[in-house]
C-alpha cells in the first residue's frame, strides 16, 4: 500500500508560480512511475506530467511551463509551475504506479492517488 499526500496548491495570479509536493509512503519509492493529474470542475482527469527513473514527459498544455522533478531521499515528486493561466485552474492529484518503467499518461495505470490539492489561477 502507498499512500500520496499532496501540498502546495492555493490561490496566484496569472503568470505567477506555485510548487506542488507529493510525500510518498513505500520502500521502494525510486522505482515508482509519478504522476500529476488535473481535473477541473466538469472535465475529465487529464495527464500534467510524469516521471519515472530514467525520463519524465509533459502534456503539450504545460511543456515549457511545468516541470516535474523528484526527490527519492526524501520520497518526494514535485511539480513546479510557472507562468500559470487560468485554465491550469483545477485539482491536482498527485500519482503513482508501481509495476511498470516507463511514464504512462493513462489515468488507468496508476494503482494509487492522492487526495488532491486545489490550484486556482485569478486573472
Known amino acids: 500500500q502507498v499512500q500520496l499526500v499532496e501540498s502546495g496548491g492555493g490561490l496566484v495570479q496569472a503568470g505567477g508560480s506555485l510548487r506542488l509536493s507529493c510525500a510518498a509512503s513505500?520502500?521502494?519509492?525510486?522505482?515508482?512511475?509519478m504522476g500529476w493529474f488535473r481535473q477541473a470542475p466538469g472535465k475529465e482527469r487529464e495527464f500534467v506530467a510524469a516521471?519515472?527513473?530514467?525520463?519524465?514527459s509533459y502534456s503539450d498544455s504545460v511543456k515549457g511551463r511545468f516541470t516535474i522533478s523528484r526527490d527519492n531521499a526524501k520520497n518526494t515528486v514535485y511539480l513546479q509551475m510557472n507562468i500559470l493561466k487560468p485554465e491550469d485552474t483545477a485539482v491536482y492529484y498527485c500519482?503513482?504506479?508501481?509495476?511498470?518503467?516507463?511514464?504512462?499518461?493513462?489515468?488507468?495505470?496508476?494503482?494509487?492517488w492522492g487526495q488532491g490539492t486545489q490550484v486556482t489561477v485569478s486573472l
Open positions: 513505500g520502500r521502494f519509492f525510486s522505482s515508482y512511475v
Open positions: 500519482a503513482a504506479d508501481v509495476t511498470r518503467i516507463a511514464a504512462s499518461r493513462a489515468p488507468y495505470e496508476y494503482e494509487y
Open positions: 516521471i519515472s527513473w530514467s525520463d519524465s
